[in-house]
């Protein structure tokens, strides 16, 4: 296809623009994940990673495989609006996986996962008649359900 | 062992494309080469996910064996390769070698463009890795969750069909299923195995994107598209997020540039791996269901309509051989393990057709698109096509229109389920709008240069200009 010299200047104009446009827009990508890696991954890890931790206890008592019930009071700090209480779910179970994690507290083994203090009251414990077992200190409990198996 | 666990699917990958295609000419040139390369990553991640799966289903949780296993397919394929590569130079006159013609300064700078800009993806890529290896929301409660629980399962890896049904259980299982088969030859299930993936898909679009088209209309064309995908700032964090929509974006793009690349060069084992990816397109998400309806209507259109109805039904059956195996298996996987999907129609048909006659639904789901479409470059791509002089290549024309069908019929089933949804309308749009246009901006970026007038001629023209004949002592 025979292309006129304005047409091939024209194109080469466009080329620059698309490629300065790619190297402005992938270069915002880097300097703001640079920015927050400066900022905080560096220093304390990212959130998840750091989640996990919590857990570490709690996974080393818990049998490898099977179901246990959740009970939590307010979602993960970085998880905000609607999604905050699912996803603190969600992130028990990727956290605890494979063991099942259900939202609900009838299961003979329950893991409590509390980001605010006081931890569930003694009332509240007694009308769901559980008993805490281990306390790892850091807001994660687990709890054994009084007359379950 | 990981780097065992990504290069053994990438040699299995190439070995079988190249030993369906029985050698013939594939390695012909570097642009070839290259191609084949990235048709065999995403082939070969594809399959071992599916054998992966399927092992875990009839002979319960991969060890060893396994492995053994999966590096025996890869000495047999590159036994069967080689056999093939020299049968095809026994059988072939060897072609001339082309006098290469010297390449236009300006092309130059679009590659050192192109390379600058590789460079500076992949080291944004990898920080933003570093924030988040776990992977963004849907990555960690969807996929990355699956796969803890096929490896970390053993042989009550089902119960991952027990967890909360939000977490989207009916979704297959391609990406937890290669994950997870990373992790067994490392033997642990570090988190960075997910994101080496994300990177793997991530830059294999930019690689069969670029190859395709270097291929098919001269490797400048090939840099450009690679440079507006990577500058889509959008493919680069959701990559990176190791969102599944990029997996399917190459998916969606590998199995359409099969399908050209058969219509150009007739090799016919192209329409079968072209059937592969479509059906490894489905495996990756309930979406690439939707692709494989799109790629159905577009074939039949555009075939019936340049070659007729009993060339249809001939590459239908070539489609068919690539296609059916993966299929049996999603199908196997919907009837026993996933629930029923919550997203089309979930309030039945009455509410939903009076959504549909509400305008200002319309409005907010365009005036979305719009939005999405301008941050991801597309203004500057209407500007550069302006300065191109609004002409399209005329050859390309059934090619062009291959992909627009395609793309047509996704946008217009995106834009239903929108229209009907049962989520408030600006949640749902705003949560996954761009995820879901960016499964189709590989396919929409190099339809757009398959469109648009080249610097360069390709290596298929220059192929046919030697009067070299492609497609002979093919397997299909």
Redesign the interface.
Known sequence: ?K??PY?RW??????A???V???I??????SE??K??TQ??RHSG?P??EYEKRFTGVRQILP??G?VGFLSDVPAPFLKGD?GR??T???T??VL??V????NAQYPLVVGNFHSSPHPSPELLKILRLRPIANFGNGVVLFKREGME | MLALGIIIPIIIGCAFVHAVHRGGGLLSDRSHVVNCFFIGTGTGIGITSLLYFLWLQFLGSPGTSYIIAEVMVALCLIGFSAWTVVRAKNSRTSPGQKGSDPVPRFCRVISAGFWGLLALSFMGFLLASLNTPHGDWDAWAMWNLKARFLFLGGDQWRNLFSVTSDLHLDYPLLLPGFIARCWTYVGDDPVVVPAVVAAVFTFSTVGLMYSALAVLRGRSQGFLAGIVLMGTSAFLRDGAGQYADVPLGYYILLSTVLVILHGRENIQSFLALAGLAAGLAAWTKNEGVLFLAAFAVAHFTTTLYTQGIRNYFSQLMKLSYGLFPVLAVIIFFKWWYAPPSSVVLAEGVGPALEKVFQASRHIIIIKYILVEFISFGGLLLIFYWGLSGLRMEKAEISAIVFSIIILSIMMAGYYFIYLTTSFPLDWHLGTSLRRILLQLWPLFVFTYFLALPSWEPATIQETSATGEKWGTGNLL
Not at chain 1, 25 to 30: A, D, Q, T
């Open positions: 296809m292309t006129s047409v024209g194109m080469k104009f466009g080329i623009s698309l490629l446009y790619a190297v827009s992938c270069g915002g990508v880097l994940q640079y927050v890696y905080f991954t990212d998840i990673s490898q495989k179901a999604d699912a996803g779910l969600y992130l179970q990727y996986s494979p099942v994690v259900y939202d």
